[in-house]
């Protein structure tokens, strides 16, 4: 199956500097990719998506970056802040069904 | 909002018991899925299901069943639970063919 992995488990950042977390696949057949937020005792949250045909596409302080040569993902946090502490997980899919999580990174935001 | 509703957030059941997870999303999504959520291991799926009663095998189907008899809810039946069936266990649903995935709160269920 899928190996979707996260290069860290754990990110601590001081707040106000940028995040960066991220993330390999395996599967270049992948062509739909999301970065979910997961706080504490809650379900994911959509933060944002790319398809293959991009290689980079920004929201409200997020910026995802795939390079699909390396088979690579990038979340960017601008100005991280304390509500950004959580497990952020990539997923990918290539059937637009059944996705594939990585394990998760664990971003600690330090006052 | 979209919503995706699991109707236990924290469950406590004794080895052999059969277990009964709810879901209920109010999007009118086609697919619906199951996924267990273990420290160290990300989330990892259990079933999911494209249509009224229609279920595919995720990768973790063992020890478990579904039901899906209304395309707004998808059960998960655990008939005979074990202790490594302890997890917590996370609900989604989305549109076909479309992507983004919509999940529940999540279950906590503790098998004893």
């Known amino acids: 199956g899928e190996s979707v992995g996260l290069h860290l488990p754990t990110l601590s950042v001081q707040e106000g500097d940028n995040s960066i977390i991220n993330c390999a696949y395996s599967?270049?057949?992948?062509?739909?990719f999301i970065w979910y937020k997961q706080e504490s005792g809650k379900g994911p949250q959509f933060i944002i998506d790319i398809r293959s045909n991009m290689d980079k596409r920004q929201g409200q302080r997020v910026t995802v970056l795939l390079n699909k040569t390396v088979k690579h993902l990038s979340l960017q946090i601008a100005a991280t802040q304390p509500g950004d502490s959580a497990v952020y997980f990539c997923a990918e899919t290539n059937t637009g069904n059944q996705f594939y999580f990585g394990t998760g990174t664990s971003l600690t935001v330090i006052p | 909002d979209v919503k995706v509703t699991q109707s236990s957030r924290y469950l406590v059941k004794r080895t052999g018991e059969k277990v009964f997870l709810e879901c209920v999303q109010d999007m009118d999504h086609e697919n619906m899925f199951w996924y267990r959520q273990d420290p160290g291991l990300g989330l990892r799926l259990i079933y999911f299901?494209?249509?009224?009663?229609?279920?595919e095998k995720g990768d973790i189907p063992e020890g478990y069943s579904v039901s899906r008899e209304k395309k707004e809810r998808f059960s998960l039946i655990l008939e005979s639970a074990s202790t490594n069936q302890t997890s917590m266990y996370l609900c989604?649903?989305?549109?076909?063919?479309?992507?983004?995935?919509?999940f529940g709160e999540g279950s906590r269920l503790t098998v004893l």
């Open positions: 989604a649903s989305s549109v076909l063919n479309t992507g983004e995935l919509f």
């Open positions: 299901s494209y249509d009224v009663k229609m279920k």
């Open positions: 599967n270049s057949a992948s062509d739909y």
